[in-house]
């Protein structure tokens, strides 16, 4: 193999490389986002806003029933 050969092969090699590093550092932000998601509020915080909401006509009547 001559030296124009090797050195085009290297360079398809780096061409090749080059999106798929790409790639990679795009999957993992996505699975970085993906991990960072905000905790779910103590039951004790979202009961209050439960509590707060009005009764629509269909779950009031099983209350009262």
């Not at 509020?41 to 629509?56: F, V």
Request: charged share 30%; net charge positive; with cysteine.
């Amino acid at each position: 193999m001559d030296g124009g050969t090797k050195a085009a092969d290297a360079a398809r090699k780096r061409v090749a490389e080059c999106p798929l590093a790409t790639r990679l550092e795009q999957l993992r932000g996505q699975r970085a986002a993906c991990t960072e998601k905000a905790a779910a509020a103590p039951w004790s915080d979202r009961l209050l806003e439960l509590a707060a909401r009005a009764l629509g006509s269909d779950a009031a009547g099983m209350v009262i029933a």
